[in-house]
C-alpha cells in the first residue's frame, strides 16, 4: 500500500463521489434541517474519504484497519441518515438511488480491504 497514495485507492474514488452526491442531496433538505440532519449529512460523508486518507497515510496496516473501520462507522451512520430522510419524507426513493448504491459498494469494498489488511 505504501507504494501508491490515497488517491489510487478506487474506495477513497468512490467515497468522494459518495460526499459530493450527499452534498447535492443535503441541498435538497428543508431550510430548518441546514444546521441540523444537512451538517451531519455531510460530516459523515466527509468522514469516510478522510478516514481512508488518513488510514492510508500511516503506512502501518494495523493503523490503517482502525482508521477503515471508522470509515466504515460512517458510512453507516450516513446511510441511516439518507433512509431517515426518506422515511420523513425530505428524498424519495429515486433521489437517495445514487447515494444508496454508492453506499452499498464502498462498504463492500472497505470490508474487502479490512480483510485483506488483516490477515
Known sequence: MSGH??????V??????LA???????QKLPREERYALSDQMRRAAISI???????QARLSPKEFVHFLSIAQGSKSELQTQI????????LTD????????LL???????IVLIRRLSS
Open 104 to 110: 452499498d459498494e464502498v462498504g463492500k469494498m472497505l
Open 94 to 101: 429515486a433521489e437517495i438511488t445514487e447515494a444508496m448504491q
Open 12 to 17: 477513497w474514488q468512490k467515497s468522494m463521489l
Open 5 to 10: 497514495g490515497f488517491q489510487d485507492l478506487v
Open 20 to 26: 459530493k452526491t450527499t452534498y447535492k442531496l443535503s
Open 83 to 90: 433512509w431517515l430522510c426518506r422515511d420523513i419524507g425530505y
Open 49 to 55: 474519504p478522510s478516514n481512508i486518507a488518513e488510514g
